[in-house]
T-cell receptor, first 111, second 117 residues
Framework: DAKTTQPPSMDCAEGRAANLPCNHSTISGNEYVYWYRQIHSQGPQYIIHGLKNNETNEMASLIITEDRKSSTLILPHATLRDTAVYYCIVTLTGANSKLTFGKGITLSVRP | GAVVSQHPSRVICKSGTSVKIECRSLDFQATTMFWYRQFPKQSLMLMATSNEGSKATYEQGVEKDKFLINHASLTLSTLTVTSAHPEDSSFYIC?????????????FGQGTRLTVV
């Protein structure tokens, strides 16, 4: 699986958009970009994933650059409950595809 | 949405004893489940891939005789930590994908906090 690089931490104000960057310059053509988050002492929670088109769901938006070497997860209106470690993972899909977690980015949402 | 349930959520055991952790997919079937371990302030580390009806595949450095994995059905995988020692104290997490809609997300259990005293 391609490796990802994320800054170690960032913060944002409650109610504002949180833009979390991820670099994956060695991504291959059939690898997807997945985002998960982990709130303290819980299992990871799926957020969103995409291949090359931008994606949006009820939780977030995923913007993938045209060359697919980087992406941004956008939480449109961050709340205190969004404080967590966010992991950007590049992987193949399929039942046997494993997720390899890097260090992630710690997002702190301040009141 | 699909749910993966782990049991127990917390367990304390004495050094030298064995502990079994269960991972169940509640509303889908999974031919493959994954077991992770997470130490404090560290990321999740994949330990092994559990395959229904066959032997598990262990990551490099993970002792297969210490961490026994059984995946006897399409909805249940178990991890047994044998002869546990204090250094095995960790947060153990399982995950699984629906074998039918495999090109979607992996679902994670809520984790099991193991403390060996």
């Amino acid at each position: 699986d391609a490796k990802t690089t994320q800054p170690p931490s960032m913060d944002c104000a409650e109610g504002r958009a949180a833009n979390l960057p991820c670099n994956h310059s060695t991504i291959s053509g059939n690898e997807y970009v997945y985002w998960y988050r982990q709130i303290h002492s819980q299992g990871p929670q799926y957020i969103i994933h995409g291949l090359k088109n931008n994606e949006t769901n009820e939780m977030a938006s995923l913007i993938i650059t045209e060359d697919r070497k980087s992406s941004t997860l956008i939480l449109p209106h961050a709340t205190l409950r969004d404080t967590a470690v966010y992991y950007c993972i590049v992987t193949l899909t399929g039942a046997n595809s494993k997720l390899t977690f890097g260090k992630g980015i710690t997002l702190s949402v301040r009141p | 949405g699909a749910v993966v349930s782990q049991h127990p959520s917390r367990v304390i055991c004495k050094s030298g004893t064995s502990v079994k952790i269960e991972c169940r997919s509640l509303d889908f079937q999974a031919t493959t489940m994954f077991w992770y371990r997470q130490f404090p302030k560290q990321s999740l580390m994949l330990m092994a891939t559990s395959n229904e009806g066959s032997k598990a595949t262990y990551e490099q450095g993970v002792e297969k005789d210490k961490f026994l994995i059984n995946h006897a059905s399409l909805t249940l995988s178990t991890l047994t930590v044998t002869s546990a020692h204090p250094e095995d104290s960790s947060f153990y997490i399982c995950s699984a994908r629906d074998r039918i809609t495999a090109n979607t997300e992996a679902f994670f259990g809520q984790g099991t906090r193991l403390t060996v005293v």
